[in-house]
């Protein structure tokens, strides 16, 4: 392998000192044009990459931020993969038989997609390099930990982190919290309106639709958009002077599949509520799935509601009412925040709350979009 070049190289090449290389990658408004092409030239024909950890050493920047988020259950899943001497390195084709019945625990969780893609969409509208790191488990601390010693700042997935890793991080880089409410620290946070969204969304079912035994299916323990949610339907259940169950009896750990054991477990119990409303959409397709294969007709025997608005409940049969929350927007607003911390550091501590949207479908019946403040 050939040696790259170095910055000596190029101020050797382009006839100048190292010091106006240095200029010409960093600041080029402040070099002549003559110059400044000429070194541009030199560093094209070299084949020249500017070192990052060099100029973050320089600047005490990295033009780097992250994203942190916990590891998701498909994580468990996976196998080895094999670079040579395997089949499926060598190529081909098969034919399988897809079913509906057959399910991939591997499902793809297209909330995080979304919210990666506005991360990704500002990062680059804004001059920064995206890092997202996954952590899981034990390692979960240790990844977090590595990631804020590379960046700039540091956005983290609620719940991803404890409180008091988060405190402990943010004296070192800034830290914005994503989704989930502040919990008396001085971080800054974006989130959407959970309660909100939930507390009206239940409050349709049971004032327009007529529905009085709702079941309420959440998703992994210990997530604060969950329990947002589960606040608002509970909200909507006491404001109606309804009985209000103290926890959830259901959980779907927030995938497809979670909703499809979720739904064969209420088709095997037999009475079935009027309304099931789960805590996203990937379960709430699970319910439905389970339905139709049971032979249940959704809505007429059974409501199916969701929450987050994925597209592929825009595209299922029937069509599934939601909550739909800005997934693209939380990342956007959340990578604004964080280099708004950057350029001012001694701000106050921001706090932003996205509105959301009711969705009316047919998993519940045909409707219009009722738009929440």
């Not at 927030?254 to 054991?261: A, P, Q, S, V």
């Amino acid at each position: 392998m050939t040696k790259p070049p170095t910055v000596y190289d190029v101020a050797h090449h382009a006839g100048v000192s190292i010091a106006t290389v240095s200029r010409v990658l960093g600041r080029p408004d402040d070099v002549k044009p003559a110059t400044r092409d000429k070194v541009l030239a030199s560093v094209s024909e070299l084949g020249y990459v500017p070192s990052g950890a060099a100029r973050g050493l320089a600047a005490r920047r990295t033009g780097v931020i992250g994203l942190f988020f916990q590891g998701l259950d498909a994580m468990d899943d996976l196998g080895d993969i094999a670079l040579e001497g395997d089949e499926a390195a060598a190529g081909g084709a098969r034919v399988v038989r897809d079913i509906p019945e057959r399910t991939d625990t591997r499902t793809l969780n297209l909330y995080f997609d979304e919210v990666l893609r506005g991360c990704e969409l500002e990062s680059w509208r804004s001059g920064f390099a995206l890092l997202v790191g996954v952590g899981r488990g034990s390692t979960a601390t240790q990844t977090v930990r590595d990631m804020a010693g590379r960046v700039d700042g540091l956005m983290v997935l609620a719940g991803s982190a404890s409180e008091e890793e988060l405190a402990r991080l943010s004296r070192h880089v800034p830290i914005v919290v994503m989704a989930g409410p502040r919990r008396g620290d001085d971080l800054d946070h974006v989130s959407v309106s959970n309660t909100e969204g939930m507390r009206t969304l239940t409050a349709h079912l049971i004032d327009d639709l007529g529905a009085r035994e709702l079941e309420y299916v959440s998703g992994s323990l210990g997530s604060p958009d969950d329990a947002e949610r589960w606040s608002g339907f509970q909200a909507a259940l006491a404001e109606r002077s309804l009985s209000v169950p103290e926890a959830p009896t259901l959980r779907g750990d927030f995938t497809r599949e979670g909703g499809r054991r979720v739904g064969r477990e209420l088709l095997n119990r037999g009475g079935l509520p009027r309304a099931v409303v789960c805590a996203n959409d990937q379960m709430a397709l699970g319910v439905i799935d389970a339905a139709r294969i049971a032979g249940v007709a959704v809505p007429d025997e059974l409501i199916v509601t969701g929450f987050d608005g994925i597209d592929a409940g825009r595209l299922s049969t029937p069509r599934l009412t939601t909550v739909r929350q800005p997934m693209e927007t939380l990342g956007r607003v959340s990578v604004q925040a964080l280099t708004r911390r950057l350029a001012e550091p001694k701000l106050p501590a921001m706090s932003v709350r996205l509105p959301v949207e009711v969705l009316l479908r047919e998993s519940s019946e045909s409707g219009v979009t009722v738009s929440l403040p």
